[in-house]
């Protein structure tokens, strides 16, 4: 069994910044993949950045340049630094753990941008 808990998110001005972070619990595998998805009421989840145990990233082309995705593999955690956010990044973020073939999700932090 896997736990993801995620804090941070909020309410931010456009051009502003933000900072979330999920702790992953319970059966870590040392192999595994962690990411961020995110969610608009409507649409389907979509990724925004991977990051494997190793520290190969990937990003979306909607917020490369912008975003920067890091874990900390002693305290199984995953951050995501959001700079320069725009409306279009308003969503639901959805902490994401894969290993061995299952997927783990968090229970999703708003993300607002808004002036």
């Known amino acids: 069994q896997v736990q993801l808990v995620e804090s941070g998110g909020g309410l931010v001005q456009p051009g502003g910044s933000l900072g979330l972070s999920c702790a992953a619990s319970?059966?870590?595998?040392?192999?595994?993949?962690m990411g961020w998805y995110r969610q608009v009421p409507g649409k389907q989840r979509e990724v925004v950045a991977t990051i494997l145990r190793g520290g190969y990233t990937t990003y979306a082309d909607s917020v490369k340049g912008r975003f920067t995705i890091s874990r900390d593999n002693v305290k199984n955690t995953v951050f995501l630094q959001m700079n320069s956010l725009k409306p279009e990044d308003t969503a639901v973020y959805y902490c994401?753990?894969?290993?061995?073939?299952?997927?783990?999700w968090g229970q999703g932090t708003q993300v607002t941008v808004s002036s």
């Open positions: 319970g059966t870590i595998y040392s192999i595994n993949d």
């Open positions: 994401n753990l894969h290993q061995r073939a299952y997927n783990y």
